[in-house]
């Protein structure tokens, strides 16, 4: 069965540095999504990516933030200037339509 | 706004009751997920409704548009049914993104 990977599982990094989370949503899968958990919180929207641009954000999502789809099969977030806050698990999503498919998601830990 | 309430935020059971975890949400939506997660922390989508009933083994989800209320059933519970149990809706305005509630931990003592 199709699933949604990511990679890696685990990212530590210190603040400031830049780090790149990866995720390969389902082949025909056209709606991609990252949403992050701070622990002990709900899971948040972050950004829709469809038709290779951003199709909403949410106010996270400033201009620390970004998302591209390089190629055919990956999706990546990008935070430029990472800060403690920002230690959180993130997930991506793909859709066809409604129904959204979950990857396994990265911990991020910021120091 | 949209917010999505679940109640109860936790529940602890003895293996074989029946379990009923609630959804109520503020906006009129297009479909809501039932979703579950693990401790490791992994998604896992359980059903996806948009209006009616689904069943799938132990699992029972039903959905009231009018009421804008949906429940998650489970069956002659298990303890490898503990986890944690979210719901989450797509509104009818913007795009498909998911809008979450806060989880029901439950836990099935054996």
């Known amino acids: 069965e199709p699933e949604v990977t990511q990679t890696p599982s685990h990212q530590v990094t210190q603040m400031g540095q830049e780090v790149i989370l990866r995720c390969v949503p389902i082949?025909?899968?056209?709606?991609f999504y990252w949403y992050r958990q701070i622990l002990g919180q709900k899971v948040e929207f972050l950004v829709s990516f469809y038709n290779n641009e951003i199709s909403e954000k949410s106010e996270i999502f400033d201009d620390q933030f970004s998302v591209e789809r390089p190629d055919g099969s990956n999706f990546t977030l990008k935070i430029r200037s990472t800060k403690l806050e920002d230690s959180a698990m993130y997930f991506c999503?793909?859709?066809?339509?409604?129904?959204?498919?979950f990857g396994p998601g990265t911990r991020l830990t910021v120091t | 706004k949209n917010e999505v309430e679940q109640s109860p935020q936790n529940l602890t059971a003895q293996e074989g009751e029946f379990i009923t975890i609630n959804c109520s949400y503020s906006v009129g939506i297009s479909a809501l997920h039932w979703l579950q997660q693990h401790p490791g922390g992994g998604i896992v989508s359980l059903f996806m409704?948009?209006?009616g009933k689904k069943k799938h083994g132990r699992l029972i989800a039903t959905i009231n548009i009018q009421e804008k209320h949906s429940s998650l059933h489970i069956t002659a519970s298990h303890p490898r049914d503990s986890a944690v149990y979210i719901c989450?809706?797509?509104?009818?305005?913007?795009?498909?993104?998911?809008?979450f509630g806060t989880g029901t931990r439950l836990t099935i003592i054996p």
């Open positions: 999503a793909s859709s066809a339509m409604y129904e959204q498919y």
């Open positions: 409704l948009s209006s």
């Open positions: 989450a809706v797509i509104s009818n305005f913007g795009n498909e993104k998911l809008t």
């Open positions: 082949s025909n899968h056209l709606y």
